[in-house]
Every structure is written in structure tokens, then in C-alpha cells.
């Protein structure tokens, strides 16, 4: 029944879109302003999904965390930019492999980095980067919990 619905309205649209395509404008001005509000739509519905997806919010915020680590390093700290950018990678490549952990072992992590940080008198520095550290934690969680979601809804509707 909602089929035919659908196939009335849209017979309804064709119609009008040929009567007044033969009253004035010509059906190339008609099918391209069609084309433009089509992209337009669509485009709007693009940036609505980009900002309301749990997981992209996740990634762009520990982007943004990065980027803080990566100019508090290097213009405050006055550490060199490579070093910075590895300690950034290495504390990743830690979240990443210890994410699915106990806390208590988060907990130690940051423990051996703040100890790690007294030994090289870099104390606040160490402190910025197990910032980062939980960072990555907690975007892993945003998109380990959008992705379990995503899974929801595909069975659902299914």
C-alpha cells in the first residue's frame, strides 16, 4: 500500500515537473536546478551525519589533543619536533594495544610515565602525555561503544 502511495506522488512530481517545464523554463534549466538542490540536500545531510557520528567526534577530538601535545611540546617544553611526534606515536601505539585492559593497569602505564618524566626532568611534559594517553583511551571507548551501536541498528533493521 505505501508503495502505492510513493508511486502516486511521484507520478504527481513527474507531472508537474513536465507542465511547467513546457510553460516557460526550458527542461535543461529545470533538470540542472534539480541536480543543484539534489547536491545541496545531500551535502547538508553529509555534515549532519559527519558531526552527529559518536565515532568521528571521538577521532576529531583526540586529533585535537594531539595537535595540543604536539605545539605544547615543542613551544613550551622546548623539545625538538621529532622527539615529540614519536613520544605522540608511541603513546598511540600504547593506547591502542592496551585499551581492552583493567584500569589498573592504565593506572600503571601512567605511573611509569610519570616516573619516567622525574628521571629525565621533564615532569609537566610526562604530564601532558599521559594526558594524551587517557585521551586515546577514552576516544577508543567512543568508538568501540558507535561501533557497537552501528551493530545494533544494522541487526535491527535487518
Known amino acids: 500500500m505505501g508503495e502505492e502511495k510513493n508511486r502516486g506522488t511521484k507520478e504527481i512530481k513527474i507531472r508537474e515537473f513536465v507542465e511547467t517545464a513546457q510553460k516557460g523554463s526550458s527542461v535543461k534549466q529545470k533538470a540542472s536546478r534539480a541536480k543543484r538542490e539534489y547536491a545541496m540536500k545531500n551535502r547538508r545531510f553529509a ?3 559527519f558531526f552527529e557520528n559518536r565515532q568521528t567526534q571521538a577521532l576529531f577530538i583526540y586529533a585535537v589533543c594531539v595537535l595540543a601535545e604536539i605545539l605544547t611540546g615543542v613551544f613550551v617544553f622546548e623539545n625538538p619536533v621529532v622527539w615529540v611526534c614519536v613520544l605522540a606515536v608511541i603513546e ?3 593506547a591502542v594495544c592496551f585499551h581492552h585492559l583493567p584500569v ?4 600503571a ?3 611509569v610515565e610519570v616516573i619516567a618524566g622525574i628521571v629525565f626532568e621533564q615532569l609537566l611534559f610526562a604530564g601532558v602525555l599521559a594526558c594524551l594517553y587517557l585521551a586515546a583511551i577514552f576516544s577508543l571507548r567512543f568508538i568501540k561503544i558507535g561501533r557497537a551501536s552501528c551493530r545494533e541498528r544494522v541487526l535491527r533493521d535487518v
Do not use: D, G, K, P
Not at 589498573?104 to 593506572?107: G, L
Open 47 to 49: 555534515y549532519r551525519e
Open 104 to 107: 589498573w593497569i592504565h593506572a
Open 92 to 94: 598511540t601505539l600504547l
Open 109 to 111: 602505564v601512567i605511573s
